[in-house]
């Protein structure tokens, strides 16, 4: 029979061993994980480079274009040059004769907070007519403007407009959806990291997006 000495010294033993495995399976699960999200990046980027135009003569016209929305401003005092960027790129397809309709999706979640009227309104200072603007209030997010411009407003053929990293999400959803889309590429923002921070890690949430999370809604 083993003494309570014996127990009193394997015990934190033990404990100490069982505290390392986990430790070592904590390390190997956020190992895996990175894997994950770099390999996600990467499907999503290949998959979708050559529907992703920088160049306006090279893209293919298409009767309507769907802008996705951001917020108009980063504080009070600052603009959020990622919407000026976009707005300018939407303005430019339309008075160039890429696109002749323009579906302004985004959030609208209260009174004070309403993108597609501000991108509407940032539109109409720059030369578009207002009957050629449709507001989706519905677009809380990227998945739901895609869904939405298929199944609401009858488009199974568009422009996306965003920026570069954005668009490839952007697409690689539309293609899975059943969409023949193609994107252009707004202006970038070198100095917006924490926004590409936020797309890199939304690009494995697209993937389950599509292949079980809300696969089986919008099919």
């Known amino acids: 029979m083993k003494s309570t000495l014996e127990i009193a010294i394997r015990e934190p033993l033990n404990f100490t061993r069982f505290i390392k495995r986990v430790i070592k399976g904590l390390i190997a699960l956020g190992f895996m994980g990175i894997i994950l999200v770099l390999m996600s990046n990467i499907w999503i980027v290949f998959s979708t480079e050559n529907y992703n135009y920088y160049n306006i003569d090279n893209l293919p016209s298409n009767d309507f274009a769907l802008v996705l929305g951001t917020s108009k401003n980063v504080t009070r005092s600052k603009e959020n040059l990622f919407f000026r960027y976009r707005i300018e790129a939407a303005a430019r397809l339309y008075h160039e004769g890429k696109v002749k309709y323009l579906i302004l999706s985004g959030n609208h979640d209260s009174i004070f907070y309403n993108e597609p009227a501000d991108m509407r309104q940032a539109l109409l200072k720059l030369g578009v007519p207002y009957d050629v603007m449709i507001l989706d209030f519905a677009g809380f997010r ?24 954005h668009n490839a999400r952007a697409l690689f959803l539309a293609q899975h959806l059943g969409v023949d889309a193609v994107a252009f ?31 089986q809604k919008y099919n």
């Open 142 to 165: 990227t998945y739901d403007s895609i869904v939405r411009c298929k199944k609401v407003f009858n488009q199974q053929k568009f422009t996306i407009i965003s920026q570069p990293a």
């Open 185 to 215: 590429a707004a202006q970038d923002v070198p100095s917006g990291y924490k926004t590409y921070l936020r797309e890199y890690l939304a690009r494995p949430k697209a993937i389950l997006d599509v292949y079980f999370l809300e696969s």
